[in-house]
């Protein structure tokens, strides 16, 4: 999806004689590319609600519970990087990488707000 980036700089400004040039056009091109990881994101959830709710989901190893905080986590990244965007695209797509640590860090979190609540 990375490799996208070019062509969507390309077509957000219109090639070489578009009305966005620049920095302007790459902010758009990244929040473009943000949104688009949004609705991807958006997409697996709903496909993973849709299956825990009809009952298609064989249990396992797997915690189904933690999947909701990690779209949280995942959400929270691509908002990130959206408002980031538009300070500095290098630092938006930095961002990106933050989806390889923050499914860990969201499960983590999730078992220690489970021992907080059976404190309670």
Request: glycine share 10%; proline share 3%; charged share 10%.
């Amino acid at each position: 999806m990375v490799g996208l980036l070019p062509g969507i700089v390309t077509m957000a400004s219109g090639g070489a004689t578009g009305p966005l040039t620049g920095m302007a056009a790459l902010a758009l091109a990244v929040a473009i590319f943000a949104l688009n990881l949004l609705l991807a994101n958006l997409a697996m959830q709903g496909t993973q609600e849709y299956a825990r709710r009809h009952d298609l989901m064989r249990p396992g190893r797997y915690d189904f519970g933690a999947y909701r905080w990690n779209y949280a986590a995942g959400l929270a990244v691509i908002a990130l990087s959206l408002a980031v965007a538009w300070i500095n695209t290098t630092v938006a797509e930095l961002c990106w990488l933050l989806f390889g640590v923050v499914p860990q860090i969201a499960v983590r979190l999730r078992r220690g707000w489970s021992r907080v609540r059976a404190d309670v």
